[in-house]
Structure formats: C-alpha cells, structure tokens
C-alpha cells in the first residue's frame, strides 16, 4: 500500500466516524448501533462476495477499512461488545 492511500483511507475511516455522528444525532445512540451493526454485516458479506464489487482491488481495502471503523466504534460505544463481537 502507499503512503498516498493509505492517507486516502485514514480519510475513509473520518467520513464513516462523521456517519454514525449524524446518526447518533439524529436517531438516537440505539439506532445508530443498530444501523452500525446491520452495516458491519453488510460490509463483511460484500467483501467476501466474488460477484460484489467491494471485492474488487479498487474497492476491497474501503470496505474493510470502513468495517474496521465500525467495529472499533462498536467496541467503544456499547457495553459489553467485546463479549458479542464476531
């Protein structure tokens, strides 16, 4: 990876930290946990899907990098997540 994107994800990883801001804001800390759950499963089976494009080299380091945000924010903000986490 190079040094211009690996800075091009540490961008990626702020926007997804600015989405589930907006949500906690809007809906509520539950509803963004739950959108942020439903997006980590979402993210997961898209990588690992041949047919998806998440899965191609221009896309798969995003996803991954977004779902590796979610699941830190995940382990932050809920109790207990750690024990659930998958």
């Known amino acids: 990876m190079t040094q211009q994107s690996s ?5 990626f990883a702020g ?8 949500l906690v804001q809007r ?3 539950a509803a963004a946990t739950q959108w942020v ?3 980590v499963g979402i993210y997961r089976r898209a990588v690992l ?3 998806h494009h998440a899965s191609t080299q221009e896309y798969r380091a995003k ?3 977004a779902y590796c945000t979610f ?3 995940l382990f932050r903000a ?3 997540a750690r024990a659930r986490a998958s």
């Open 49 to 51: 899907n041949p047919h």
């Open 15 to 22: 926007v997804d930290e600015g989405r589930i801001e907006f």
């Open 37 to 39: 759950r439903r997006t």
């Open 78 to 80: 809920t109790p207990g």
């Open 71 to 73: 699941k830190s924010w």
């Open 7 to 11: 800075a091009a994800l540490t961008d």
């Open 63 to 65: 996803f991954i990098q």
């Open 27 to 29: 809906d509520g800390l």
